[in-house]
């Protein structure tokens, strides 16, 4: 596996393409149970604004406008938004897709709740990048507005880090997997090889920076949230310091 990928991998490389939902299938099955889960983190009501941050194909705005809210779901993917549009087409919704950098939101005040789910906080290449992120998200919620954030918590995932592995698709895809932990960025490197029933290979790179509880506490503080409950699962179990998540409840600062 080479040394890094590029630093804008998520956006150049083609990771989040119809590989991605070929792999990751199962993952599109969890949104609904996890919308479900967020609207009771947050004490979400029909009818209030709420922000998917990274939505990437809709699997939660989606659900989370058929619970009455008013949705709006941002991401830098074009083929994701294009895959949530086609699946508000056929299945039902009324949420709304906008493309745009989550370190830049084109957005006013106007947002009661806020969510980032599925692990893309971390994607960029220096913490600042992340931080920005975090404080465009205070800026878009009203003074009070809540904000969900769910990432891979550090500990958990190095404690029972598996550096290759490998699976097979209901078509005969196989993907190879590998993964690098790099101490002294703070990052996991990843490389996928899909190979196709045709022998033909495509390979993704990409690369996550982890963090741990403390950190996101004291980042969502900086960024001028409160931190109001942590969570282990979005389904609110307890934190522990090898949870394979961490789900932060935050408030904006008035």
């Known amino acids: 596996m080479s040394e890094s990928p590029h630093l804008d991998w998520y956006e150049s490389g083609g990771y989040y393409g119809p590989d991605y939902l070929a792999i990751f299938a199962d993952e599109a099955e969890s949104g609904s149970s996890e919308a479900d889960r967020a609207v009771r983190l947050l004490g ?20 989370l406008a058929r619970q009455g809210l008013r949705v709006v779901g941002l991401d830098l993917s074009e083929y994701f938004l294009g895959v949530a ?51 465009e998200t205070g800026q878009a919620l009203k003074p009070g ?21 490998w699976n097979e698709l209901p078509d005969g895809t196989v ?9 002294l960025q703070g990052r996991v ?19 996550m920076r982890l963090y741990g509880a403390p950190e996101i506490s ?15 699962s979005l389904a ?10 961490v789900n932060v409840v935050a408030q904006r600062i008035g």
Request: glycine letters at 14%; charged letters at 30%; proline letters at 2%.
């Open 44 to 63: 979400l009501t029909p009818g209030q604004r709420v922000l998917d941050i990274a939505c990437g194909y809709g699997r939660h705005a989606l659900q």
């Open 85 to 135: 549009k086609e699946r508000m087409s056929k299945d039902g919704g009324s949420a709304h897709f906008v493309r745009g950098d989550m370190r830049i939101l084109p957005f006013g005040t106007v947002f009661d709740a806020a969510v980032c789910l599925g692990g893309s906080f971390g994607q960029f290449a220096t913490e600042d990048e992340d931080l920005a992120l975090l404080r």
């Open 145 to 165: 507005g809540k904000f969900l954030l769910d990432v891979a918590n550090r500990d958990g995932i190095l404690s029972r880090f598996i550096g290759k592995d």
């Open 175 to 183: 993907a190879l997997h590998e993964r690098r932990w790099d101490s």
């Open 189 to 207: 490197e990843g490389r996928d090889v899909v190979i196709g029933t045709d022998g033909r290979k495509r390979e993704y790179q990409h690369s």
């Open 218 to 232: 004291s980042m969502l503080s900086r960024a001028g949230f409160d931190v109001l409950a942590l969570y282990g």
């Open 236 to 245: 609110g179990s307890a934190f522990g310091w090898d949870s394979p998540r």
